[in-house]
């Protein structure tokens, strides 16, 4: 049985929002496997432990670049540590920098971004230098690029902590930026139900049949709950299948929307800063005052 610590239940609780105790039972339950005392919390209390998933828990911002025939575009996601430096000037500037060679260089990955020349020397050196000016540490987490079938239309909310790249085919502009805004706001996982995991479905299978057997349902209903459930989330989680959120009559789905629009969406790519991190749980009062009390020894 694996020793079930404080701080085992201190990052279950801060995953779930779960009472503590209630964690530390899901642990126990779990032997530790932090992973499956989420899958048992979200058995005994649903959603209320699935709350604090899309919750943002890094700092940083989303920066986008579009060509101006809407043909090749960027994006991309860099994190600092606080959201003060995600609104300094230099930073910002960076993060413009970055995401325009994405487009122009289209790197492979990270590593291959970092070293593009930019100013006297690379994009690594430049984060480097700005870390030392700032004195915060700062980092490249992901970027896409994207040669449009269609036509790519962005939106960013919020002080650049959500962006949208959307491929739309057809439409027209007001179109694009409606349903640009709609991803920002439903955050789909993906296009329609192909794009979907498997083991996120089988995740979600797997905890319908332990819930409705905790409910004392029969076992000969079990995979046909199931199965509702996994069409359910399906409809919650994918972009054609979600109801438009200006639809007028609170029915109409994006799927619906396009054709009657004679439109299509070829992709798209939702950054939310932070999406899936840790963040530092720092109290910043408390950290001053100790650099205060440190600097008068």
Do not use: W
């Not at 994009?123 to 449009?148: P, Y």
């Amino acid at each position: 049985m694996a020793a079930i610590t404080a701080s085992m239940v201190a990052e279950l609780r801060a995953k779930t929002d779960a009472p503590m105790m209630e964690c530390k039972r899901a642990l126990t339950e779990a032997d530790g496997n932090l992973g499956k005392a989420e899958e048992i919390l979200r058995v005994k209390l649903g959603n209320k432990a699935t709350k604090a998933a899309a919750r943002i828990t890094a700092e940083g911002v989303v920066g986008i670049s579009i060509s101006a025939d809407g043909k090749l575009g960027s994006i991309i996601e860099i994190n600092c540590e606080t959201d003060f430096v995600a609104k300094n000037d230099d930073f910002l500037q960076m993060t413009k920098a970055c995401v325009e060679l994405v487009a122009a260089e289209n790197p492979a990955d990270v590593a291959a971004l970092s070293a593009l020349p930019m100013g006297e020397g690379t994009i690594e050196s430049s984060r480097t230098a700005l870390v030392g000016k700032i004195g915060e540490n700062m980092s490249i987490r992901r970027f896409a690029r994207v040669e449009a079938k269609g036509k790519l239309m962005s939106y960013i909310h919020g002080g650049a902590k959500i962006g949208v790249l959307l491929d739309l085919v057809g439409g027209d502009e007001q179109l694009g930026k409606d349903l640009a805004m709609h991803i920002a706001a439903s955050k789909p996982k993906a296009l329609d139900a192909t794009g979907v995991p498997a083991e996120l479905l089988d995740t979600e299978r797997r905890i319908a049949i332990e819930k409705a057997r905790a409910d004392n349902k029969p076992e000969a209903m079990l995979e046909k709950i199931a199965e509702g459930t996994v069409q359910k989330y399906l409809k919650d989680v994918t972009l054609l299948a979600q109801v438009f959120v200006k639809a007028e009559d609170g029915k109409q789905t994006v799927e619906q929307l396009i054709k009657a629009k004679g439109a299509s969406i070829a992709g798209f790519t939702l950054y939310v800063v932070g999406e899936g991190m840790e963040k530092r749980s720092n109290d910043f009062a408390a950290e001053v005052a100790a650099q205060a009390a440190a600097a008068q020894k």
